[in-house]
């Protein structure tokens, strides 16, 4: 019988928290990144470490109760941060990321050409300033108005799938969500997530029946 | 635009390389609207180059000079010190909203407040020279990160806000050092010519931007 290739990265493990004791040094040819199941930050490096076919490790950290330790890896206890074998230690998401474009061979995930890579860096900064832009309630304020129903149905479908509880990160964007999510036209128009999701089954699978899914 | 900040950082950048490069300056408090086909956000600095090729966001540009032209590189090649410098870079990211939140509120209000919180931003980045024990935030050398930071300590003697730098001594060290480098000697502004553009752009004067001209 074929024995399956063994996965590489594992991160489907129990998160450490408070009284764990510390992960010991990073063995030599790996690299280690501390990290959250559901964290959209660290996804980002996760993402760029499987894509790359980097051999690493998942550390990951209870965010709610976070062990005494881990502030020894980053200064305020968030996550990514990447650690190697040189004891040598990155955090930031995109700084995470890059390192790992530039000190791995393989792969490049950021383009060669100079004004390329500019061009994706601009665009990275054009997403982070619709994260960044909030200091009120709603987009346009204290009150739902035209901005918040146009950038709704983006951030409906990544609810469906249960956006990442990331506490630290984006608390102004849950709030936005939950707040939304108590709107009564947001409400009236709510999509099931299991009708949801059973319509992207039939339409990932070019089937036409797709659009009707869920109707009597 | 003369005074601007960020743009200073892609000015010190392109004289450190040697870039030859012409200057449009833009007038911040009355925008022609040619220019938000060049940025649409309207913010400088912005590039253009003969290719049509636009690039803004003033850490971007920066980097983006260092790739593209030859001569000495700011950033380093090594992967992880070049980590390094956006981690510092990351550390300096609170300065900018604070020192413009100030210079919005310096007059109608107390602002310890906000001195503490940028003494206490400054004290990490003391830290930072304190680990390192380089005379420079990317080693004995000057390079990217001290340029991307510089512009805001040049306008602590105009701002009056030197006392934040009083507990940091390695840092007022470094910016010592830092006015004696020829790129930044050559940007060098004047504090009186800052001082009294900052009192015209506070009254939203259009001829702010052009002071001293």
């Known amino acids: 019988m074929r024995r399956r290739l063994e996965i590489q990265c594992e991160d489907e493990t129990r998160s450490l928290g408070k009284g764990s004791c510390p992960p010991g040094p990073v063995p030599e040819g790996l690299i280690r990144i501390y990290s959250m199941r559901f964290c959209p930050y660290s996804h980002r490096t996760r993402l760029v470490l499987k894509a790359k076919g980097i051999r ?6 209870n965010l709610r109760n976070k062990p005494e330790w881990y502030y020894t890896k980053h200064p305020f206890g968030q996550i990514p941060v990447l650690e190697n074998s040189q004891c040598q230690l990155i955090y930031e998401s995109v700084i995470t990321c890059e390192y790992l474009d530039d000190a791995y061979p393989g792969r490049r995930l950021f383009p060669y050409d100079p004004y390329e890579r500019a061009r994706q860096k601009m665009l990275l900064e054009l997403f982070c300033k619709i994260l960044d832009y909030q200091n009120t309630t709603y987009f346009g ?8 129903y146009l950038l709704w149905p ?6 469906v799938y249960g956006i990442a509880d990331c506490v630290n990160h984006t608390p102004a964007l849950r709030l936005w969500i939950a707040a939304m999510k108590q709107d009564p036209t947001v409400c009236a128009l709510l999509i099931d997530k299991n009708i949801f999701q059973g319509f992207l089954n039939l339409y990932f699978q070019n089937n036409p029946q797709a659009f009707d899914f869920g109707l009597p | 635009m003369r005074f601007c900040a960020f743009a200073e950082r892609t000015l010190l950048v392109l004289n450190a390389k040697g870039i030859r490069h012409e200057v449009i300056n833009i007038n911040l408090k009355n925008k022609p609207d040619w220019f938000f086909k060049k940025n649409p956000l309207g913010l400088v600095p ?23 032209y030859p001569g000495k590189k700011l950033l380093p090649d090594d992967p992880y010190e070049k980590a390094c410098q956006k981690m510092v870079f990351e550390l300096f990211s609170k300065v900018p909203s604070l020192v413009a939140s100030y210079l919005r509120r310096r007059d109608k209000e107390d602002c310890s407040g906000l001195k503490e919180e940028l003494c206490k931003e400054f004290s990490k980045l003391e830290e930072v020279l304190n680990n390192k024990k380089t005379a420079f935030f990317g080693g004995n050398s000057l390079s990217m990160i001290d340029y991307l930071i510089w512009p805001w300590f040049e306008r602590l003697e105009a701002l009056e806000l030197n006392e ?10 470094w910016m010592a050092t830092m006015r004696k480098d020829p790129t930044v000697s050559a940007l060098h502004i004047d ?17 702010a931007c052009d002071y001293g001209l």
């Open chain 1, 56 to 61: 690493h490790e998942v550390v990951n950290i």
């Open chain 2, 191 to 207: 504090v009186k010519a800052f001082q009294c553009f900052i009192e015209l752009y506070l009254q939203n004067s259009p001829e």
């Open chain 1, 141 to 148: 304020g204290d009150c739902i108005s035209m901005i918040d």
């Open chain 1, 154 to 159: 983006w951030f409906e479908r990544l609810d």
């Open chain 2, 46 to 68: 912005v590039l253009e180059n003969s290719q049509g090729q636009l690039i803004y966001e003033s850490a971007i540009t920066c980097e983006y000079l260092d790739e593209a």
């Open chain 2, 164 to 173: 934040c730098v009083g507990h940091t001594p390695k840092l007022k060290l």
